[in-house]
């Protein structure tokens, strides 16, 4: 809810992004306080020379989470600009999210992942309504209410269920989003306040507006195109990130590179 009326400040009042990653990180604070899961990981192969079988984090267990809880937040609402994408890529990860726990209802965190399908599947059927109005063309706009509430309830669920690390996975092309756009973000190249694709109105299409996204990214690659085509490629790609994700996840031959047969996965 937190992060619902800081979405509602930002569209109303257009606040700086200081401000919001400051409001991002008091938001978390809650889970954080009452969070009672691991706080150590297990190191991989190659560094357990010098760190040994696994490391208490501690503090700086939590301190990680916040920041995971901040990126994700962020990263949505900067991935953002056309008809239905906010709402598409959230709705393809939270399905992600909710495979991923089933799958891992027989591991040794079941009443964690339990947790965290009761909270994502409301989210699963309210989202899946709004991408229905929201999809191209558009009937309802979601602002940076949705954008931050979404980013926010799928760090929650990660975090309860124990797999941050794979929701990193979940989302690679928010993080490659953000990658791409670290120097207009730092001020090194101008960021304007929209950085959404140029519509050229005599073709009907968007054009690459040369601001560093992964939209005009896709523009760059593939041309000029239709804001439903964009969408749908752009969710094709989310798609495949997440089948991706699952693959590193659970292929056995990945594990085994950085960790024994049969230890714990990447949580």
């Not at 916040?66 to 937040?73: D, P, S």
């Not at 999809?135 to 990660?158: E, H, N, Q």
């Not at 968007?206 to 969710?235: C, Y």
């Amino acid at each position: 809810m937190f992060m619902l009326f800081l979405g509602f400040a930002d569209d109303v009042l257009d606040l700086r992004w200081s401000i919001k990653i400051c409001l991002s990180f008091l938001a978390i604070l809650p889970l954080l306080v009452s969070y009672s899961g691991p706080t150590n990981i297990i190191v991989p192969k190659p560094f357990r020379p010098l760190l040994g079988l696994d490391v208490e984090l501690s503090y700086f267990y939590h301190l990680y989470m916040a920041f995971i809880a901040v990126f994700c937040t962020n990263s949505i609402n900067i991935y953002a600009g056309i008809n239905g994408l906010e709402s598409t890529q959230s709705l393809l990860i939270a399905m992600a999210i909710l495979v991923h726990n089933f799958l891992e209802l027989q591991g040794p965190y079941r009443d964690a992942h339990l947790s965290s399908i009761f909270f994502i599947l409301p989210f699963l059927a309210t989202t899946s309504g709004l991408v229905y109005f929201n999809w191209y063309p558009s009937k309802v706009f979601v602002g940076d209410s949705f954008t931050y509430f979404s980013g926010m309830t799928l760090a929650v669920v990660s975090i309860m269920g124990h797999f941050s690390k794979t929701l990193l996975l979940l989302f690679l092309p928010q993080l490659i989003n953000f990658v791409l756009s670290l120097p207009q973000l730092f001020g090194i190249i101008h960021c304007p306040r929209h950085r959404v694709p140029t519509f050229n109105p005599k073709t009907g299409k968007l054009e690459n507006s040369k601001n560093l996204t992964l939209l005009n990214a896709f523009l760059f690659l593939f041309g000029p195109t239709h804001e439903e085509t964009l969408v749908i490629r752009l969710s094709i790609f989310q798609i495949l990130c997440c089948a991706l994700a699952f693959a590193v996840r659970y292929s056995h031959a990945m594990t085994n590179i950085f960790y024994d047969s049969g230890a714990t996965k990447l949580p």
